[in-house]
């Protein structure tokens, strides 16, 4: 499946070229486009969380456990499992001395406490950027602040992050719940927020709690992370003038289902959250001549290659890349994984 860039005289993508910043062009030609947006699927964080349990069972062999989904990705997880990973739920599922990773959502203090009384030999793939939220908790909390945790009730990385000062955090979900939140000086208050949120919905919260707490301390760097704020911006880019989005994500991944929120909110006519192509209906396609596709941070690409391929069969054209913006960073595997692939390097 060849993609192709939206503005016209573009290089194609195989030579590496982009249209950074160029609004999409449909072809007057045609009355059916596909528009792609980029970037899309896999971040740093999930990255470096997927490659930590390949190599934690090239290293360690099968099996290695995993508290919790990795990543939230149906298809990333069966494949993993299919190599001799384990995932689990609570520490207590993995026998003691056995190997475990914790997932790229991070785990709360208590995790780790339990972890060491059991004897379990840890590999830490927590995302640096929720890591980095975990550190602001605890600073927050040793200056006596409460802090407003802005989040979901019951996704792994709002445990994790509340756990490290439970009794300096209570969660926000929405600007609703605003007029409830009592705090013990006005002037102490900071406010978190979950990674993976809807940037504008943020926003939004934080102005609520703001007009309630005007003194409302910023955390030092904003806490949505870079990969989500770029898919967002890349969907909206390509929303507002088509008839269909389709979100390649697993329902369990909350920026995946941001995405699907935001392309409504961009101005698309429709939009859905499948994890493969076959959980397309046709029936979406009546009438529709444009169709922009994503995926979530936790994707691989050949999912979104699948759907590409689907469309393709039914008269759809080749899709047309549409760059937002530029991603470069990667993260390094976890020091205890880096530490023993050296050793065994050197046996």
């Not at 896999?42 to 349990?53: K, N, P, S």
């Amino acid at each position: 499946m060849t993609l192709r860039h939206d503005a016209a005289g573009a290089s194609s993508a195989q030579d590496g070229a982009t249209d950074l910043g160029l609004p999409p062009v449909l072809d007057p030609e045609t009355a059916k486009n596909v528009l792609l947006a980029a970037p899309r699927g896999y971040c740093a964080g999930v990255d470096r969380a997927v490659i930590t349990v390949e190599k934690a069972l090239d290293l360690y062999g099968a099996p290695v456990y995993v508290r919790k989904q990795i990543v939230h990705n149906k298809h990333v997880v069966a494949n993993l499992e299919s190599r001799g990973a384990i995932f689990v739920e609570e520490l207590d599922e993995v026998p003691e001395g056995q190997t475990v990773v914790f997932s790229a959502h991070g785990v709360s203090p208590a995790v780790h406490a339990q972890a060491a009384e059991r004897s379990l030999k840890t590999i830490d793939a927590t995302c640096p950027l929720v890591t980095k939220v975990h550190h602001e908790a605890r600073r927050f909390a040793s200056d006596d602040y409460d802090i407003l945790l802005i989040g979901h009730e019951g996704h792994e990385e709002v445990e994790g992050t509340a756990g490290e000062a439970p009794e300096h955090i209570q969660l926000v979900q929405s600007p609703d719940d605003v007029a409830g939140i009592v705090v013990r000086d006005p002037a102490k208050v900071a406010w978190l927020s979950q990674t993976t949120l809807s940037v504008d919905e943020t926003l939004e919260t934080v102005a609520a709690i703001r007009e309630k707490f005007p003194l409302l301390l910023d955390p030092p760097s904003d806490d949505i992370c870079y990969a989500t704020q770029n898919r967002q911006l890349a969907i909206k880019e390509i929303s507002a003038a088509a008839d269909l989005v389709i979100v390649v994500g697993s329902r369990n991944s909350s920026n995946s289902v941001r995405l699907v929120e935001v392309a409504l909110e961009a101005g698309a006519k429709a939009s859905y959250l499948v994890d493969d192509h076959t959980e397309i209906d046709e029936a979406w396609l009546d009438g529709v001549e444009t169709v922009s596709v994503t995926s979530g941070a936790s994707v691989p690409e050949d999912l979104v290659e699948g759907v590409l391929a689907f469309l393709s069969e039914r008269g759809y054209p080749d899709a047309r890349a549409v760059h937002s913006a530029e991603e470069s960073l990667i993260f390094a595997l976890p020091p205890e994984l880096r530490r023993d692939l050296r050793a065994a390097q050197k046996a």
